[in-house]
């Protein structure tokens, strides 16, 4: 009986053993791709999942949103300017089976299309674009990323071009080009100022012509405010057709004088 017993408990270890590495617990955020003798079988989880060691395994996959930073890139723009940009990319696995069994590892194959298409979509715009329409940019690559990566039951979210990085020469240039524009602004803004004052004139002209009395009174308002001004200053506005009529008779004289 005893000889029995001690024949029995290896056997007992072993089936324990059996038993206990049988068992996996996947959490809420886990699933289990299951393979039967090497063949795709199902997917399983979150909880207690049974595995038959030796005929069945088991790779977990993490289905929560896996934030990748993408490396420096080195792109020329359309317009034949070098630049450094740098993305976060946000993604996460939404079919277990395809991320498993059609690309070998998942994470490295989408962080290299990754690489690639930032470089690809930014080389077809300007620098110009790249500064000011990231958020037109983000969505392109975002686009063209989860088509591309939904054959590999991956789920692109979004994407964030972080920075563009310009050499010294460059940001001078930018500089240079910015104090332009806003010379060129502040020119055009002066010019129309210049514009609607004379057209504001040439209507006040219109206005005061119709009425001498309006002249007059005009005319004394501005002696009020002068005056008012305490200073020891006259301004006496002399008609435009009393100087008129003293260069006629001026010319008259010198043309006599001549004559004679």
Known sequence: MID??????????ILLALVISSIRILREYERGVVFL????????????????????????VDLRVVTMDV?????????????????????????????IIQVENFLVATSQLAQTTLRAVLGKHELDEMLA???????????ILDAQTDSWGIKVANVEI??????????????????????RRAKVIHAEGEKQAAQSLMEAAEMLSREPAAMQLRYLQTLTQVAGDKSST???????????????????????????
């Open 133 to 143: 329409e990231r958020e037109k940019l983000n969505l392109d690559v975002q686009q």
């Open 37 to 60: 003798l090497g063949r795709f079988w199902k997917v399983k989880g979150p909880g207690l999942v049974i595995i038959v060691p030796g005929v069945q395994q088991m790779v977990k």
């Open 71 to 99: 490396p420096p890139q080195d792109v020329i723009s359309r317009d034949n300017v070098s630049v450094k940009v740098n993305a976060v990319l946000y993604f996460r696995v939404v079919d277990p089976q395809l991320a």
């Open 4 to 13: 029995l017993q001690l024949g029995l408990a290896p056997l007992i270890v």
């Open 162 to 183: 972080k920075h563009v990085d310009l050499n010294e020469s460059m940001i001078r240039a930018i500089a240079r080009q910015a104090e332009a524009e806003r010379e």
């Open 234 to 260: 006259l301004v006496f506005p002399v008609p435009v057709d009393l100087l008129s009529a003293f260069t006629r008779a001026g010319d008259a004289g010198r043309s006599g004088k001549a004559d004679s």
